[in-house]
């Protein structure tokens, strides 16, 4: 029987509401919320953290988070049975099976909880999370329409809810060092930023096994959610590099442009482009995706261009080639005036034009942005200071926004326009149309974070340039009835 219907929204919201009735079950934890006090660890001060998802990348965050010692995984949700047993096989003594999330958020025991669960449930996740006064860790990309990202910046907003995004490599030292040569100027006036991933899985792809029936223990009408309906395949299902071949998570662009265009945004502080123009298609691959091998974006900013460039078919990384074969390359190019820089993961590389510049410049660029605790410490140190980190939903959604518009621009196999101040697609209904996702009944994309809001003064401490995009919503002033995490704490959370 489909389980979408077992619990309504109307009794999950009830339950969220009441205190601890769906926890009576579950291993007694106090939450950090109950005992303890900001920065200060003890025995039974630690942050309760459910997981919804239990697939490959959930397994990795719960061996982030069994490191950390203020932290207890007390559920974990998951419609696949045999994925969620071996996950909470690995936290037994603390965390209860869920099979439907909605139940896991009524939890009034739970502090925070972690998405990680295949792209299209997203959105729909983090917004009933932050009305069910969770805070959030969501998994990249964070949304899959361009609707979506603005309904879960507003509920984050609404509901005061501390985020980060799961784009891990902005922690890491590498990408902060490439920030800081940006910033410090010695590359010169930057006009145009280049990018890419590519890998080549061949004609063949990731292979052709027949649709047929779900294995036992998969919920398979619950996995697909609001998402379209379609039969089930073992690939859709394997994993997360094997869902991007399938329209049904956008492809490897929204799969991977969020770790690699994060740069640029970051180092640049780039607001919303003003127009995305994308060609490609499925000019090569015949595996039993359907997703593009091939993606072409440019985006137009004032006075800037943005590039990204994807392929499943030909893995040639330019600067980045490294050793010889198949396999997959990215990276980044910040063409400035003086010079051009070139980064991934683990380079940073500088080719001076003439003699404006030397490559030995970038060495002595002072060390301006700190290094990170780590991408999940962050999170859980920002859980109890309230204050938000790095790759909250604020700052992510601008990153969000282009994907979408560039996703949009591929379907329409034109260019759309963009209104920064509004954010909207401005005269063009086709387009407009195509903004918000039609869910598959009975899920229903929250109204009440679709309408629109005035614009707001810019926060302290998040500047945004070239744009109005991170000045519309003003931080809450009043806590939703959920929220309990540091409850003195909780109207202080630093506005996104």
Not at 85 to 107: G, S
């Amino acid at each position: 029987m489909a389980t979408s219907d077992r619990l309504s929204r109307r009794r999950f919201l009830g339950q969220t509401a009441k205190a601890g009735a769906a926890s009576v079950a579950a291993p007694y934890v106090m939450s950090a919320s109950v005992l303890g006090a900001p920065g200060r660890t003890g025995a039974n001060d630690r942050i309760s953290i459910g997981l919804i998802g239990a697939g490959g990348q959930a397994n990795w965050h719960i061996g982030q988070l069994l490191k950390q010692p203020d932290v207890v995984i007390t559920a974990i949700c998951d419609v696949w049975k045999q994925r969620r047993d071996q996950a909470v096989a690995r936290c037994k003594e603390t965390a209860k099976p869920y099979h439907d999330y909605r139940d896991l958020l009524a939890r009034s025991d739970i502090d925070a909880v972690l998405i990680a669960t295949p792209p299209h449930w997203h959105a729909l996740q983090a917004i009933h999370a932050c009305q069910a006064g969770k805070d959030i860790y969501l998994e990249k990309p964070m949304t899959l329409s361009l609707a979506e990202g603005l309904a879960v910046l507003r509920a984050v907003r609404k509901h005061n809810r501390i985020s980060q995004i799961g784009t891990q490599i902005h922690a890491e030292a590498n990408y902060r060092r490439a920030v800081d040569i940006v910033r410090s100027g010695i590359l010169g006036k930057i006009n145009v930023a280049r990018t890419f991933h590519v890998l080549n899985d061949g004609p063949e792809g990731i292979g052709n096994p027949p649709a047929g029936e779900p294995p036992e223990g998969l919920d398979w009408e619950m996995w697909k959610g609001p998402g379209p309906d379609c039969p089930f395949n073992p690939l859709l299902v394997k994993s997360s590099y094997f869902h991007p071949s399938f329209m049904y998570s956008g492809g490897w662009t929204p799969g991977m442009a969020p770790h690699i265009i994060d740069l640029p945004y970051w180092a640049l502080e780039l607001g919303h482009p003003t127009c995305a123009t994308s060609s490609g298609g499925r000019y090569i691959v015949r595996d039993c995706g359907d997703a593009y091998d091939t993606h072409e974006v440019l985006w137009q900013y004032p006075n800037f261009t943005l590039t990204w460039h994807t392929s499943l078919v030909n893995s040639y990384g330019f600067d980045n080639q490294g050793e010889p074969g198949c396999k997959r390359r990215r990276g980044v190019y910040f063409h400035g005036v003086n010079g051009t820089m070139m980064a991934d993961y683990h380079v940073c590389k500088i080719i001076p034009e003439g003699d404006r510049m030397k490559a030995e410049d970038a060495e002595a660029v002072p060390k301006v942005i700190p290094d990170s605790p780590g991408h999940h410490r962050e999170w859980l140190d920002c859980l109890r200071s309230r204050k938000q980190p790095s790759c909250n939903v604020g700052y992510h959604y601008k990153i969000d926004i282009a994907i979408n518009l560039a996703m949009l621009s591929l379907k329409l196999g034109r260019s759309v326009r963009f209104d920064p101040r509004t954010e909207t697609v401005p005269n063009d209904p086709e387009a407009a149309k195509l903004v918000t996702p039609q869910y598959r009944e009975p899920w229903k994309l929250p109204t009440e974070y679709l309408g629109w809001l005035e614009p707001v003064a810019n926060p302290p401490g998040n500047p945004a340039r070239g744009s109005l995009a991170d000045q519309r919503f003003p931080r809450a002033i009043a806590s939703d009835s959920g929220s309990r995490f540091l409850a003195r704490n909780r109207l202080h959370a630093t506005a996104l």
